[in-house]
Nanobody, 120 residues
Framework: QVQLVESGGGLVPPWGSLRLSCAAS????????MSWYRKAPGQGRESVAF????????AYADTVKGRFTSTRDNAKNTLYLQMNSLKPEDTAEYYC?????????????WGKGTLVAVSS
């Protein structure tokens, strides 16, 4: 059974940092691209970061570029999102997602999310 479990969310003051993790199981993690998405209250889902199967291709939303970094440890079947210089507008539920393929940006499996709240 394919499963993605996010962790690491919480309450952080503006300009603070958090690192989210996504533990993957039930599939060959190293063979698939992965993404991070977020959904803020009252808003639609936003693609935040994409990383290819080897980590050689990364892409970020303009709203987080230069502040967020996605990495992966294929030996540990884990995806990470390092978030620095957090802003109140980064408050959202964050989800990791598995791609259909090694470099595709179409996702087929989603985690249940972890909440990030940025507030003083």
């Amino acid at each position: 059974q394919v499963q993605l479990v996010e962790s690491g969310g919480g309450l952080v003051p503006p300009w603070g940092s958090l690192r989210l993790s996504c533990a993957a199981s039930g599939f060959q993690f190293r063979l698939y691209a992965m993404s991070w998405y977020r959904k803020a209250p009252g808003q639609g889902r936003e693609s935040v970061a994409f990383i290819s199967w080897t980590g050689g291709i990364e892409a970020y939303a303009d709203t987080v570029k230069g502040r967020f970094t996605s990495t992966r440890d294929n030996a540990k079947n884990t995806l990470y999102l390092q978030m620095n210089s957090l802003k109140p507008e980064d408050t959202a539920e964050y989800y990791c997602a598995k791609s259909y393929a090694a470099t595709s940006r179409d996702m087929d499996v989603w985690g249940k999310g972890t909440l990030v709240a940025v507030s003083s």
